[in-house]
């Protein structure tokens, strides 16, 4: 099974300020058709959780546009340009790539 | 709307069986697969199996085998997940979630059933 491993486990951050969240895996997402086969979702408090970048680095459809993901292989980033008080909850990582679909443990983002 | 429904919380004792269901509305049924996912108190998210709602052709991880069945219901757009032999660390939010192949991600997810299961 593909391990997926996130950091940091938590995360305080100051409203209007960026913030960064990583996510690696145990082997390379990068499929044959040069697509990442890696997944952000944020669960805010309460809720199911809800898709905000697919293969990588594509926002989802509603999703802000200071929501962005990066990387490729096995390091993957999720960053925040600016922080709003609305995007507090736990951001999870998950790759797509093969079965047994796997999750990172999760970062809590929390306001200062 | 597109939407999916799932039933209601339950309590169950240690060794009984849980069939929770999950009734998709607003989109084609059969066009998309459908995955279990389970998320115990406090904890991260836990990919439970897979369904083919169109033929209902299913596969879980290994975790599970033997104690989980996935079932679909093309005349009422349903799929339900059954696990058998609860133990009190199958207590948790259950949650049925679309996958959407072009995207390779979960784009529509239920509302969770709370799952207790305590003597």
């Known amino acids: 099974d593909i391990v997926m491993t996130q950091s940091p486990l938590s995360l305080p951050v100051t409203p209007g300020e960026p913030a960064s969240i990583s996510c690696r895996s145990s082997q390379s997402l990068l499929h044959g058709n040069d697509n990442n086969y890696l997944d952000w979702y944020l669960q805010k408090p309460g809720q199911s959780p809800q898709l905000l970048i697919y293969?990588?680095?594509n926002r989802a459809s509603g999703v802000p546009e200071r929501f962005s993901g990066s990387g490729s292989g096995i390091d993957f980033t999720l960053k925040i340009s600016r922080v709003e008080a609305e995007d507090v909850g736990v951001y999870y990582c998950m790759q797509a790539l093969q079965i047994p679909l796997t999750f990172g443990g999760g970062t809590k983002v929390e306001i200062k | 709307q597109v939407q999916l429904v799932q039933s209601g919380a339950e309590v169950k004792k240690p060794g009984a069986s849980l069939k929770v269901s999950c009734k998709a509305s607003?989109?084609?049924?059969?066009?998309?697969?459908m995955h279990w996912v389970r998320q115990a108190p406090g904890q991260g998210l836990e990919w439970m199996g897979i369904i083919n709602p169109n033929g209902g052709r299913a596969s879980y991880t290994q975790k599970f085998q033997g104690r989980l069945t996935m079932t679909s219901d093309t005349s009422t757009s349903t799929v339900y997940m059954e696990l058998s032999s609860l133990r009190s660390d199958d207590t948790a939010v259950y949650y049925c979630?679309?996958?959407?192949?072009?995207?390779?991600?979960?784009?529509?997810w239920g509302q969770g059933t709370v799952v207790t299961v305590s003597s």
């Open positions: 607003g989109y084609s049924f059969t066009g998309y697969y």
């Open positions: 293969m990588g680095s």
């Open positions: 979630a679309r996958i959407n192949m072009i995207l390779h991600a979960f784009d529509l």
